[in-house]
């Protein structure tokens, strides 16, 4: 069993059955009985067996940050 945890997808938050485990060249994925969607082909990120998500979002003030690093390094 997974847990569904990308925010976009159908069924975040559904617990899902495994039905098969796959190794694809972006990484591993899971073949999932998706209930009404049918089966679904999951990656491991969009799972609770994924990476944790980050603990905070870039903000305005980072990407500036960011932006202007860029710019020097370019320079």
Same mark, same amino acid.
């Given at each position: 069993m997974l847990v569904v945890t990308h925010p976009f997808h159908p069924l975040v938050g559904e617990e899902l059955e495994v039905l098969l485990e796959r190794r694809l060249s972006t990484g591993p994925?899971?073949?999932?009985g998706g209930g009404p969607l049918g089966t679904v082909m999951l990656p491991a990120a969009w799972?609770?067996?994924g990476? $944790? $998500?980050w603990p905070a979002r870039l903000t305005v003030e980072v990407l500036v940050e960011l932006a202007a690093l860029v710019t020097a390094v370019r320079c």
């Open positions: 994925h899971f073949v999932c799972t609770d067996r990476e $944790p $998500p």
